[in-house]
C-alpha cells in the first residue's frame, strides 16, 4: 500500500525558510515523477513544483524562491522554501503519479507565513 506522509510544515514569518519532506512507503519514487502542490480553502488546488525523470519544474509565483528535491535512497523528496511571503500560506501536499498516471496523496502540513 502506497503512504505518502509530509512534515516540516509550521509558522514562520515573511522572508523565513521552511523544508517540508515527503517520506514515501510501499512504493520506490526513484522511477515516478513526484510533486508538491498546495490549496487554500475554498480554492483549487495548485501545483508548486515537480521533479521526475525529465527535470524539475515550479510555478511561476515560486520560482527563485523554492527547491525540490529528491533522496532516493531514504525515498523522500522535499520542497526547500525560501523568502516566503504570506501568499504562500497553504497546506501543502506531497503526491506521486507513476507512468500509468495513478496517483497518490499524503494528508497535507500547514504552511502559514506571517507578515
Known amino acids: 500500500q502506497v503512504q505518502l506522509v509530509e512534515s516540516g510544515g509550521g509558522l514562520v514569518q515573511a522572508g523565513g525558510s521552511l523544508r517540508l519532506s515527503c517520506l514515501a512507503s510501499?512504493?520506490?519514487?526513484?522511477?515516478?515523477?513526484m510533486g508538491w502542490y498546495r490549496q487554500a480553502p475554498g480554492k483549487q488546488r495548485e501545483l508548486v513544483a515537480t521533479i521526475g525523470l525529465s527535470g524539475t519544474s515550479y510555478t511561476e509565483s515560486v520560482k527563485g524562491r523554492f527547491t525540490i528535491s529528491r533522496d532516493n535512497a531514504n525515498n523522500t523528496v522535499f520542497l526547500h522554501m525560501d523568502s516566503l511571503k504570506p501568499e504562500d500560506t497553504d497546506v501543502y501536499y506531497c503526491n506521486l503519479r507513476k507512468l500509468d498516471r495513478s496517483t497518490y496523496w499524503g494528508q497535507g502540513t500547514q504552511v502559514t507565513v506571517s507578515s
Open positions: 510501499g512504493i520506490i519514487i526513484r522511477w515516478n515523477t
